[in-house]
């Protein structure tokens, strides 16, 4: 049997990227790359998302990383941004609440207004301080407020004296003593000492008490009447400050009032700030306090008193007067404050104190009228975001709340600022796993998250998308000032995006691998003196990328060499075959060969795969080697029953095995264990298997290829040596340059089949048998020795089973 029909020719295993398509010299001829290449999907999907203003239509963003999806959303903003006419921006305050000091207030002004109304409130303070002080220290003034304590002191003073001259006509004296008035009887015109009163007889002392009593009652209500015209004085003195006060307040307010009167929120605040100027006269007389050096507050403060004028502090929460339309945020850490703002404290001897001037907007609130992008994977990941987030975007409003306090935690002094209203596109960038989960477990997604724009990791290789690589690698060279890409370099650059899609009808979306790529081809270019960057550079590039990463390839490639992991590449062993595996070992993948074997022996156990008996399989590669029963059992089995007990193992496996694409190479080493034909070492084997025993294709062929090549260079090609992989893989061949030169010399070789038959007459040289009509196969084939064996067996498991059910029908019941 010719093996030789089965053989891939060199021009099928890797595409190669002619630079006689490109009609320029250099890069440098090139117009940068300006749209992006190969997403009209998810390009299409951003510009309805983004124009559509509907509640709800937020965006997606799924696709792997490098694919650009967030500089094609920014690019397709900034668009939509010009197109539009210029939107009406707004700053937001927060304003000190009169009612509830712990709810401060938030109002909204045209953009650039906040810092304006900042200053003039604050202008405001100071000019009231100034005129006040100045009003209250005029000689007018002194004079009103000089007669009017006079007048209260000369009333109080004689509703003293004239019950000092009624307590003396009834025999007392009335003296001033630090605990108070006292009535002190009067003996022989002197003041009576306690000897003299007790020498009195008890009449006497009785009519004193007597007459005591009612000066003592007449003397209470004379000091309720100086109580009464303090009182009064006390008014007339505060009607005076408000009287003198009034002008000067109503003329500075007057003007703030009619600029604000189109916004309530605003001309409420001023009219209770007029309010509370006027309640308050005294802050203005005294003179402002300095602050503390290292504290920051006066000394007042500092005993622990609010400040006096925090009514008049006005917090510019969102400032937009630097803003040139729509607000496109990028939050790269959206942790719960960064998010959704936070209240700020101060430590102050032991305690924390907060007000409205320490509130901080969030991404959220700065993104208010415009666009806010999110990593899906961060939102999902710091603590309390996602659900906040999904409540402000279907209620429209930002609350500024302590995590502390979501988490069940005690917050210190809570406000509770009033909350923001927002109009916000929130557009959220992960990947398409991620978008899964959410759809299936999170029902408010669908209804808060309506667009999903779907970035392609790959797209075709048209000479359309061949000249935008092109365009783009002069983007990255404009960009990054790198030295100009010839010809030869660009195409270098696309073969390698076509091994990097594993197609070679495709090129990867991937661009950040690209630029990488395109970064490091250029470096090495420099370390050579080149003015440009060639494919030699690039291919220099590409093996010092490989060389960085593959030293668990190369470990694992010693221990093969040296026997440590046993792998024959040469003769022919019955039931045995060398697997091909992919090696994941964090940013690296590599392919390197297993020894796969099969025992059978009589029985009724089926195909056993020991790796699912120990636990080291995963339930793809348990499903593959279940497809072996199926195709055992309608190949061999119509005529008798699969009698018949196989263990496959995978030698020298001590972790996971995960896949299907070595069920083929274990269906080969279970037909030749059956049939005793012995399969050549020398040929690798890769290849998934359906139950009508059809090749299908499998992923990493490139990488399985390469890794049995290199264990077979290790010990020195010999002409025979080959890998056999499914025909449907010939379009993802991106071979090395080493293993495509290998096999144009004939060295090595490829083989692609597409059946089991196929691979077996190619694995052992018989050939395999096509079944007749009437059930049987040809004698000598393949097919007609595992049948053969297979009736053998059955036989015999009959033979054995019959004895011992006569010996059990033979005992008594």
């Given at each position: 049997m010719d093996i030789k029909k089965y053989e891939v020719p060199p021009d099928k295993l890797y595409w190669h990227c002619d630079p006689a398509i490109f009609d320029f010299d250099c890069t440098q001829d090139l117009a940068p790359l300006r749209e992006f290449i190969g997403q009209d999907r998810a390009i299409r999907a951003i510009e309805f998302g983004l124009s559509m203003n509907r509640a709800g239509y937020n965006i997606y963003v799924a696709g792997l990383t490098g694919t650009g999806k967030t500089s094609v959303v920014k690019a397709y903003i900034k668009k939509l941004v010009e197109k539009r006419p210029a939107q009406q921006m707004e700053d937001w305050c927060y304003l000190y609440n009169f009612t509830d000091p712990d709810r401060p207030q938030i109002v909204n002004l045209p953009r650039g207004r906040g810092r304006s109304f900042?200053?003039?409130?604050?202008?405001?303070?100071?000019?009231?301080?100034?005129?006040?002080?100045?009003?209250?220290?005029?000689?007018?003034?002194?004079?009103?407020?000089?007669?009017a304590m006079e007048e209260s002191q000369t009333r109080r003073q004689k509703l003293l004296e004239e019950m000092a001259e009624e307590a003396q006509l009834q025999g007392f004296q009335l003296?001033?003593?630090?605990?108070?008035p006292a009535l002190v009887p009067m003996l022989e015109g002197k003041p009576a000492t306690q000897a003299d009163y007790l020498a009195l007889d008890k009449s006497?002392?009785?009519?004193?008490?007597?007459?005591?009593?009612?000066?003592?009652?007449?003397?209470?209500?004379?000091?309720e009447k100086a109580r009464e015209l303090e009182s009064q004085t006390a008014e007339k003195l505060q009607g005076t400050d408000q009287a003198v006060a009034d002008f000067t307040i109503s003329r500075l307010f007057q003007h703030l009032l009619k600029e604000y009167k189109g916004s309530p929120g605003i001309t409420q605040y001023l009219d209770d700030l007029k309010s509370f100027t006027i309640n308050n006269l005294d802050i203005f007389k005294e003179k402002e306090e300095p602050r503390h050096p290292v504290l920051g507050v006066s000394a007042s403060q500092v005993a622990g008193d609010r400040d006096p004028f925090l009514p008049f502090q006005v917090n510019v929460f969102v400032d937009n007067s630097r803003t040139e339309g729509a607000p496109v945020i990028t939050e790269s850490n959206p942790n719960y404050a960064n998010l959704f703002g936070k209240i700020e404290r101060r430590f102050l001897f032991g305690g924390y104190i907060s007000d409205h001037t320490m509130l901080k907007a969030g991404a959220l609130q700065l993104a208010h009228g415009g666009y806010l992008l999110l990593s899906a994977n961060e939102v999902l990941t710091n603590p309390g975001v996602?659900?906040?987030?999904?409540?402000?975007?279907?209620?429209?409003?930002?609350?500024?709340?302590?995590?502390?306090?979501?988490?069940?935690?005690?917050?210190?002094?809570?406000?509770?600022?009033?909350?923001?209203?927002?109009?916000v596109k929130v557009i959220l960038i992960g990947d398409g796993m991620l978008y899964q989960l959410l759809s299936m477990y999170d029902e408010d997604f669908w209804e808060i998250f309506k667009i999903k724009a779907d970035f392609a990791f790959q797209v075709d290789r048209t000479r359309k998308n061949l000249k935008a690589f092109a365009a783009f690698i002069a983007g990255c060279c404009q960009e990054g000032e790198l030295h100009p890409f010839d010809r030869s370099g660009v195409a270098r650059v696309v073969e390698y995006a076509s091994r990097t899609a594993g197609d070679q009808e495709k090129l990867s979306s991937r661009f950040a691998w690209v630029k990488e790529l395109v970064e490091e081809a250029e470096y090495w270019a420099c370390q050579n003196g080149a003015s440009r960057v060639t494919a030699q550079h690039v291919e220099k590039a590409i093996e010092e990328r490989r060389f960085r990463h593959n030293l668990p390839d190369e470990q694992?490639?010693?221990?093969?060499?040296?026997?440590?992991?046993?792998?024959?590449?040469?003769?022919?062993?019955?039931?045995?075959?060398?697997?091909?595996?992919?090696?994941?070992?964090g940013d690296v993948?590599?392919?390197?060969?297993?020894?796969?074997?099969?025992?059978?022996?009589?029985?009724?156990?089926?195909?056993?795969?020991?790796?699912?008996?120990?636990?080291?399989?995963?339930?793809?590669?348990?499903?593959?080697?279940?497809?072996?029963?199926?195709?055992?059992?309608?190949?061999?089995?119509?005529?008798?029953?699969?009698?018949?007990s196989a263990s496959l193992c995978f030698e020298q496996s001590y972790e996971g095995v995960e896949g299907d694409s070595a069920s083929s190479t274990e269906l080969y080493a279970l037909l030749s264990s059956l049939s005793g034909a012995p399969i050549k070492q020398n040929i690798a084997v890769t290849g998934s298997v359906n139950q009508k025993g059809e090749i299908q294709p499998i992923g990493g062929v490139n990488q399985k290829i390469e890794g049995f090549f290199q264990v077979c260079q290790a010990r020195e090609l010999n002409g025979e040596?080959?890998?056999?992989?499914?025909?449907?893989?010939?379009?993802?061949?991106?071979?090395?340059?080493?293993v495509v030169d290998a096999v144009r010399s004939g060295k090595f070789h490829v083989y692609a089949v597409s059946t089991i038959d196929e691979g077996i007459e190619a694995l052992t040289g018989v050939t395999a048998g096509r079944r007749?009509?009437?059930?049987?196969?040809?004698?000598?084939?393949?097919?007609?020795?595992?049948?053969?064996?297979?009736?053998?067996?059955?036989?015999k498991l009959k033979a054995f089973s019959l004895p011992a059910a006569e010996e059990k029908k033979e005992k008594p019941a």
């Open positions: 900042r200053g003039q409130i604050s202008n405001l303070r100071q000019k009231l301080q100034k005129e006040l002080t100045k009003a209250f220290a005029s000689e007018e003034y002194a004079t009103q407020r000089k007669k003296q001033t003593t630090p605990a108070g006497a002392r009785k009519e004193l008490e007597k007459r005591r009593d009612g000066l003592l009652k007449k003397l209470q209500a004379t000091f996602w659900p906040t987030l999904k409540r402000a975007i279907k209620t429209g409003e930002v609350r500024i709340e302590d995590l502390s306090e979501q988490l069940g935690l005690i917050a210190p002094q809570g406000l509770r600022p009033e909350p923001m209203p927002i109009n694992i490639g010693e221990m093969i060499a040296r026997g440590t992991i046993m792998i024959d590449v040469a003769g022919e062993v019955v039931g045995q075959v060398n697997g091909l595996s992919i090696y994941s070992v993948s590599f392919g390197k060969p297993s020894r796969i074997t099969c025992q059978t022996f009589l029985g009724r156990g089926g195909v056993i795969n020991i790796e699912r008996e120990s636990q080291l399989s995963g339930r793809i590669h348990d499903k593959g080697v279940l497809i072996l029963s199926g195709y055992m059992g309608w190949k061999y089995a119509q005529d008798k029953p699969l009698s018949l040596q080959g890998v056999m992989i499914p025909r449907r893989n010939l379009r993802n061949l991106m071979l090395r340059p080493e007749r009509k009437d059930g049987t196969y040809p004698g000598g084939s393949i097919n007609y020795q595992v049948d053969e064996q297979l009736k053998e067996m059955a036989i």
